[in-house]
T-cell receptor, first 115, second 112 residues
Framework: GAVVSQHPSWVICKSGTSVKIECRSLDFQATTMFWYRQFPKQSLMLMATSNEGSKATYEQGVEKDKFLINHASLTLSTLTVTSAHPEDSSFYIC???????????FGPGTRLTVT | DQQVKQNSPSLSVQEGRISILNCDYT??????FLWYKKYPAEGPTFLISISSIKDKNEDGRFTVFLNKSAKHLSLHIVPSQPGDSAVYFCAAKETSGSRLTFGEGTQLTVNP
């Protein structure tokens, strides 16, 4: 149980284009989803928290107009990297939890490379 | 300000022996702690957790110990297996809210 999927697993895009990453909870209803970013050999940095049907809460320093998050249903959240630049290249990971759980269950991650 | 710290970037142990991974925290508002295991290019996998009202939680080969007065927790893996080789992250949750703060991770290598 508690399976989270992400799509795509890797993507290469040109600078200036936008990329959408999907995060789905497959066997539970995710009242809260989280988006993280991980640079090589570094920890997971929380970008934003989203509750179903509400606007996402972004961490300090994360541009909300650049990283658009939508959590329209209890099983799906999307992260859109708008006007991507090479410095946005990273490993993006989502996680999800249900209301009564403190544990977050993570997706497999998406490797984004912007050329 | 790193509120959750894993001071050992790497640890190497022999198969069958005990692995002890350590984590320190500074925020007194943390009330729930978790350990995750991560392989390269994959998302973290939840291992075990502990509430601040407990000092020990055990699940199979994994045991987490919490010392609140020292603001220290540790993960014990006994016996260690080569498949345990991965990066281990500790994470902590504040009393209010659901966000987790992660440590920097410790690379565990279990040698056959």
């Amino acid at each position: 149980g508690a399976v989270v999927s992400q799509h795509p697993s890797w993507v290469i895009c040109k600078s200036g284009t936008s990329v959408k990453i999907e995060c789905r909870s497959l066997d539970f209803q995710a009242t809260t989803m989280f988006w993280y970013r991980q640079f090589p050999k570094q920890s997971l940095m929380l970008m934003a928290t989203s509750n179903e049907g509400s606007k996402a809460t972004y961490e300090q320093g994360v541009e909300k107009d650049k990283f658009l998050i939508n959590h329209a249903s209890l099983t799906l959240s999307t992260l859109t990297v708008t006007s991507a630049h090479p410095e946005d290249s990273s490993f993006y990971i989502c996680s999800a939890r249900w209301t009564s759980s403190y544990e977050q269950y993570f997706g497999p991650g998406t490797r984004l490379t912007v050329t | 300000d790193q509120q959750v710290k894993q001071n050992s970037p790497s640890l190497s142990v022999q198969e069958g022996r005990i692995s002890i991974l350590n984590c320190d925290y500074t925020n007194s508002m943390f009330d729930y702690f978790l350990w995750y295991k991560k392989y390269p290019a994959e998302g973290p996998t939840f291992l075990i957790s502990i509430s601040s009202i407990k000092d020990k939680n055990e699940d199979g080969r994994f045991t987490v110990f919490l010392n609140k007065s020292a603001k220290h927790l540790s993960l014990h893996i006994v016996p260690s297996q080569p498949g345990d080789s991965a990066v281990y992250f500790c994470a902590a949750k504040e009393t209010s809210g659901s966000r987790l703060t992660f440590g920097e991770g410790t690379q565990l290598t279990v040698n056959p």
